[in-house]
């Protein structure tokens, strides 16, 4: 501190650290700060995406007013900002990809068998392939036949719409939406009109299927399941 003149000085003449009882703290030359950097995972999988690696968020700063971090890849002293992640400080111009090398301060990042990604990267070298485009799979990604799909690229046969999460039906190794199945391969009721649903009863005449309650006299409405009967223009008589 610099020596106190017999003469008191006015305070605009006083030096800022004598004005300021919190200068020495502030201006400290170790004194850090952590900047803490927004960690986001990729789009919502549909419906579960099977990643094995965390996107890692940003950690405290370290506890005690007199550490100094050191940098985990440089093994330096850290003078000013700094990142922490993985459980280690970093400049932050040294956290970057480890295949594009591009500076990881600001987005996310992902951490494989102890490489650390930048999301492209991680995506481009991890991600799964469409089975049809055979792109890779860098957002929503849909399982279904046992294989990983664009959502755009798994659709409906029929109407080309994407299935997503609803029921489909396989017919000659091609998917269709329940509507589209129904209408071009449900089975309906010659008598009624409606689809012979499963475990519905039916039966077999004149070329069409029919429900057992619907197969009946086209003049009388008599039943004629199990019984001698006459056809005229495919409909029933007794």
Same mark, same amino acid.
Request: hydrophobic share 25%; net charge positive; proline share 8%.
């Given at each position: +501190?610099?020596?106190?003149?017999?003469?008191?000085?006015?305070?605009?003449?006083?030096?800022?650290? +004598?004005?300021?009882?919190?200068?020495?703290?502030?201006?400290?030359?170790?004194?850090?700060?952590?900047?803490?950097?927004?960690?986001?995972?990729?789009?919502?999988?549909?419906?579960?995406?099977?990643?094995?690696?965390?996107? =890692?968020? +940003?950690?405290? +700063?370290?506890?005690?007013?007199?550490?100094?971090?050191?940098?985990? *890849?440089?093994?330096?002293?850290?003078?000013?900002?700094?990142? /922490?992640?993985?459980?280690?400080?970093?400049?932050?111009?040294?956290?970057?990809?480890? =295949?594009?090398?591009? /500076?990881?301060?600001?987005?996310?990042?992902?951490?494989? *068998?102890?490489?650390?990604?930048?999301?492209?990267?991680?995506?481009?070298?991890?991600?799964?392939?469409?089975? *049809?485009? *055979? #792109?890779?799979?860098?957002?929503?990604?849909?399982?279904?036949?046992?294989?990983?799909?664009?959502? =755009?690229?798994?659709?409906?046969?029929?109407?080309?719409?994407?299935?997503?999460?609803?029921?489909?039906?396989?017919?000659?190794?091609?998917?269709?939406?329940?509507?589209?199945?129904?209408?071009? $391969?449900?089975?309906?009721?010659?008598?009624?009109?409606?689809?012979?649903?499963?475990?519905?009863? $039916?039966?077999?005449?004149?070329? $069409?299927?029919?429900?057992?309650?619907?197969?009946?006299?086209?003049?009388?409405?008599?039943?004629?399941?199990?019984?001698?009967?006459?056809?005229?223009?495919? #409909?029933?008589?007794?």
């Amino acid at each position: +501190a610099p020596r106190t003149p017999s003469a008191t000085p006015s305070p605009t003449s006083r030096p800022p650290w +004598a004005v300021d009882p919190s200068f020495a703290e502030r201006y400290a030359p170790d004194k850090t700060s952590t900047v803490v950097s927004k960690h986001s995972q990729p789009a919502t999988p549909t419906p579960m995406q099977n990643r094995s690696s965390i996107v =890692q968020a +940003a950690q405290q +700063a370290p506890e005690g007013p007199g550490r100094t971090p050191l940098c985990y *890849k440089c093994n330096k002293v850290i003078r000013g900002r700094y990142l /922490v992640a993985l459980g280690h400080y970093y400049h932050p111009e040294e956290f970057t990809c480890c =295949q594009c090398r591009k /500076v990881l301060d600001e987005g996310g990042f992902f951490e494989e *068998k102890g490489s650390i990604f930048c999301p492209k990267c991680y995506d481009t070298r991890y991600a799964p392939s469409c089975a *049809k485009c *055979k #792109k890779k799979i860098t957002g929503e990604v849909m399982h279904a036949l046992k294989m990983t799909w664009h959502v =755009q690229c798994f659709t409906c046969n029929a109407c080309k719409t994407p299935i997503r999460n609803r029921a489909f039906y396989m017919e000659e190794g091609q998917p269709y939406c329940e509507r589209d199945y129904e209408k071009m $391969f449900g089975t309906k009721c010659r008598g009624c009109d409606f689809k012979i649903d499963a475990g519905d009863r $039916f039966l077999e005449a004149l070329g $069409f299927s029919w429900h057992d309650t619907c197969f009946v006299c086209a003049i009388c409405q008599t039943n004629l399941e199990g019984k001698t009967f006459y056809s005229k223009k495919d #409909k029933p008589l007794c």
